[in-house]
C-alpha cells in the first residue's frame, strides 16, 4: 500500500525558502512519475511540479524559477526547494505518485507578507 509522508511546511517571511520532503513507500519509487499539489481552501487542488523516474520536469508558470523539484531515488524521497517566496503561496502542499490515487496528509506553509 502506498505511504506518502509530507514535511518541512511552516511560517516563512516573504523572500524566505522552505524545502519540502516526501518520503514514499509500499511503491517502486523510482520507475514512477511523482508530483507536488497544493490547495488552498476553497480551490481545487493544484499540480504545481512534477518529475518523471528519468527526471524530466515540469512547473506550473506561477512557480518556474523559484521553485525546484527533485528526487532521491535511493531514500525514495521527493524534493520542493520554494525560493523567493510569496503570500500567495501559501497553501496545503501535498505529494503524489501520479498513477496512484493515494495522498498524503499534506504539509502547510504559510508566507507571510
Known amino acids: 500500500q502506498v505511504q506518502l509522508v509530507e514535511s518541512g511546511g511552516g511560517l516563512v517571511q516573504a523572500g524566505g525558502s522552505l524545502k519540502l520532503s516526501c518520503a514514499a513507500s509500499?511503491?517502486?519509487?523510482?520507475?514512477?512519475?511523482m508530483g507536488w499539489y497544493r490547495q488552498v481552501p476553497g480551490n481545487q487542488r493544484e499540480l504545481i511540479a512534477s518529475?518523471?523516474?528519468?527526471?524530466?520536469?515540469y512547473y506550473v508558470e506561477s512557480v518556474k524559477g523559484r521553485f525546484t523539484i527533485a528526487r532521491d531515488n535511493a531514500k525514495n524521497t521527493l524534493y520542493l526547494q520554494m525560493n523567493s517566496l510569496k503570500p500567495e503561496d501559501t497553501a496545503v502542499y501535498y505529494c503524489k505518485v501520479l498513477n496512484y490515487l493515494k495522498w498524503g496528509q499534506g504539509t502547510q506553509v504559510t508566507v507571510s507578507s
Open positions: 518529475i518523471t523516474g528519468n527526471g524530466a520536469t
Open positions: 509500499g511503491v517502486n519509487f523510482d520507475v514512477n512519475s
